[in-house]
């Protein structure tokens, strides 16, 4: 069965940089039939994608983040990272990872983490 | 590039059918049969019910079925179950260049 977990920091003070890396088990991230994304929810709030990455390091962004987020894939040991930098209040939020088909039809869900971004 | 449009709550009772709306626009859910839908409970993450507009993973009741009418996909969940009683969330591919989009969200509550 194929299991996300994620974990990093659940604080982060304002104008750092949040770091997230999301573990697959069960599974080979190097598939080559799905992509590996994040998805966020700020608290009371809705889903909002994040991005996407392929095994081979192909990326997919949020145009309104892209600035500001780097998602890289490691597949000797099966695992996907984000990066979001100069962070503020509105990136407080819990972050989920994802299995994805290519037309981004997320599957698989890691359990998610609570990121507060305050001093 | 806005999010999918959703009512923020539909209610019915038990045995009864709702159907809950996802309005995108030609560039996404009108383009695309791509359309995947989600429940999810207080504090849990995401269930995928739908995806591909119509096609039920394994494991999920046949009770939830996708359909599409030009850029409105929608949702519909018969013979409700208090066990239905979550947010749901639609979620369309939309192209290249925006790759996705959510709706807000509607929260089902069963009377």
């Known amino acids: 069965q194929l299991q996300l977990q994620e974990s990093g920091p659940g604080l982060v003070k304002p104008s750092e940089t949040l770091s997230l890396t999301c573990t697959v088990s069960?599974?080979?991230?190097?598939?080559?039939?799905?992509?590996w994304g994040w998805i966020r929810q700020p608290p009371g709030k809705g889903l909002e994608w994040i991005g996407s990455?392929?095994?081979?390091?192909?990326?997919y962004y949020n145009s309104s983040l892209k600035s500001r987020v780097t998602i890289s894939v490691d597949t000797s040991k099966n695992y996907f990272s984000l990066k979001v930098n100069s962070v503020t209040a509105a990136d407080t939020a819990v972050y989920y990872c994802?299995?994805?088909?290519?037309?981004?039809?997320?599957?698989?869900w890691g359990q998610g983490t609570l990121v507060t971004v305050s001093s | 590039q806005s999010a999918l449009t959703q009512p923020a709550s539909v209610s019915g009772s038990p045995g009864q059918s709702i159907t809950i709306s996802c309005t995108g626009t030609?560039?996404?859910?009108?383009?695309?049969?791509?359309v995947s839908w989600y429940q999810q409970h207080p504090g849990k993450a995401p269930k995928v019910m739908i995806y591909?507009?119509?096609k039920r993973p394994s494991g999920v009741s046949n009770r939830f079925s996708g359909s599409k009418s030009g850029n409105t996909a929608s949702l519909t969940i018969s013979g409700l179950q208090a066990e239905d009683e979550a947010d749901y969330y639609c979620?369309?591919?939309?192209?290249?260049?925006?790759?996705?989009?959510f709706g807000g969200g509607t929260k089902l509550t069963v009377l």
């Open positions: 994802a299995r994805s088909t290519p037309t981004f039809q997320s599957d698989y």
């Open positions: 069960g599974g080979s991230i190097s598939s080559s039939s799905y992509y």
């Open positions: 990455i392929y095994y081979s390091g192909s990326t």
């Open positions: 030609s560039s996404d859910v009108g383009s695309y049969n791509l």
């Open positions: 591909e507009g119509t």
């Open positions: 979620c369309s591919y939309a192209g290249s260049r925006i790759y996705v989009l």
